[in-house]
C-alpha cells in the first residue's frame, strides 16, 4: 500500500507542488496595491486550482513520453514505465483535475463579470498550451515557449478572479514574465543542457540541440556561445524586471532592495556556473539546477513585500521548502536531491 501511495505521489511530483502551483497565488497578491487584499480562503482555492493545473500537466507528460520513457535506464522508476499505475489512471487523473479545478472555479468565484470569464479565458488558454507542449513537446523545436505562456496564464487567471473589475498592475504583468522567463529557462537551457547527452539519441527537436549543445563521447560539454547569450540574455532581463516597481512609485527599503540584489546576482552566477559548464556531470547539474530554481523564486516574494509586508513574504518564501521537506519522504526521496 505505501508503495501505492508513493508512486501516485511521484507522479503528481507531490513535493514540489508547494512551488510549482503558486502562481495564481501571486497574480491574485498582485493586485494589494490597488487596495484589494484577497482572503486567505480565496488564496487558498487559487492554490489548489494550481495543484490541479499542475497535476493535470505532469500526468499528461507522463503519459505522452511513457514508450520514449522506457528507452532511458534512469526513468524506469516512474510509475507508468514500471506499470504499478495503468495509463488509464493517469487519463482519469488528468480528467478529476480538470474538473477539480473548475468546480472550485464555479462554486467559490463565478462573478457574471467580464473579470470572471477573462480568468476562464486565462486558464483554458494554460490548459490548452500546456497540453500542445505535452503532446508535440519533443517534436517541435521552440515548444518550451508554450510552456512557458501555459505558466504565465496562471498568473492572469489568478488576478481575475479576484479583481472586481478586469485592470491588472504592472505587478501582474511583471510578474507574467517573469513566470514566463522562468519557465523557458528551466525547460530550454537547464533542461536542454542537462538532457543533451540523451536527447540526441531519441532525435529529440528543442532550442538546445538546435543551437549546437552537444556532449562527446568523452563527456565533454560544448555550449556555443549564441546558446550561452540566449541563457544570460532571459536572466538578464528577469533582474532588470524585479526592479521596475521601483520607477513605478513603489516605497523601498533599502535592506529590501539590497536583498533583492543579492537574490538576482545569486541566481545569475548558478546561471553562469552552468552555462559555462565544459564536462558533462548530471548529478552536478541537477544540484545547481535546484539551487537556482529555488533561489530565483524568491524573486517574487521579496519584490512584493511593500505590498504583502514583510510577514506574508515570509511566509511566501518558507511554505514550499515547508511543503517540499513534509512531502518528499513520503515518495522515498531524499531531501535536496533533484529527481530525474
Not at 22 to 43: E, H
Amino acid at each position: 500500500m505505501g508503495t501505492i501511495i508513493a508512486d501516485y505521489a511521484r507522479l503528481m511530483r507531490l513535493p514540489g507542488l508547494g512551488g510549482l502551483s503558486i502562481a495564481p497565488v501571486f497574480g491574485a497578491l498582485s493586485l494589494v496595491g490597488t487596495g484589494l487584499m484577497p482572503s486567505l480562503l480565496d488564496l487558498t482555492l487559487l492554490f489548489i486550482v494550481g495543484i490541479f493545473s499542475a497535476v493535470y500537466g505532469f500526468v499528461l507528460n507522463d503519459y505522452i513520453d511513457v514508450e520514449v520513457d522506457r528507452l532511458s535506464s534512469e526513468l524506469s522508476e516512474r510509475p507508468l514505465v514500471k506499470g504499478t499505475i495503468s495509463k488509464r489512471t493517469a487519463l482519469l487523473m488528468c480528467l478529476l483535475s480538470v474538473i477539480g479545478a473548475f468546480l472550485i472555479i464555479f462554486l467559490f468565484f463565478y462573478n457574471n463579470h467580464p473579470s470572471f470569464y477573462l480568468g476562464i479565458i486565462s486558464i483554458l488558454l494554460s490548459a490548452f498550451l500546456g497540453s500542445i507542449y505535452n503532446i508535440y513537446g519533443k517534436k517541435l523545436i521552440g515548444a518550451d515557449f508554450l510552456v512557458a505562456l501555459s505558466e504565465a496564464f496562471l498568473v492572469l487567471f489568478g488576478a481575475f478572479m479576484v479583481s472586481p473589475n478586469g485592470i491588472l498592475t504592472i505587478f501582474t504583468w511583471i510578474i507574467f514574465i517573469l513566470t514566463f522567463n522562468q519557465v523557458l529557462y528551466l525547460n530550454a537551457v537547464d533542461g536542454g543542457i542537462k538532457d543533451a547527452d540523451h536527447d540526441v539519441f531519441m532525435k529529440v527537436k528543442n532550442i538546445a540541440l538546435s543551437a549546437g549543445v552537444r556532449v562527446t563521447a568523452e563527456k565533454h560539454l560544448l555550449i556555443p556561445w549564441g546558446f550561452r547569450l540566449f541563457g544570460v540574455g532571459i536572466r538578464l532581463f528577469s533582474a532588470a524586471l524585479v526592479f521596475i516597481p521601483v520607477f513605478y512609485g513603489t516605497s523601498y527599503e533599502w535592506w529590501n532592495l539590497l536583498l533583492l540584489a543579492l537574490v538576482v546576482v545569486g541566481v545569475i552566477m548558478l546561471s553562469l556556473r552552468l552555462l559555462t559548464s565544459t564536462i558533462f556531470n548530471r548529478k552536478q547539474m541537477r544540484k545547481n539546477i535546484s539551487a537556482s530554481t529555488f533561489l530565483r523564486y524568491f524573486y517574487v516574494p521579496i519584490m512584493l513585500i511593500p505590498l504583502i509586508g514583510l510577514l506574508s513574504s515570509c511566509i511566501l518564501i518558507v511554505f514550499p521548502f515547508i511543503w517540499y521537506l513534509l512531502f518528499t519522504p513520503l515518495i522515498g526521496g531524499k531531501l535536496f536531491q533533484p529527481g530525474i
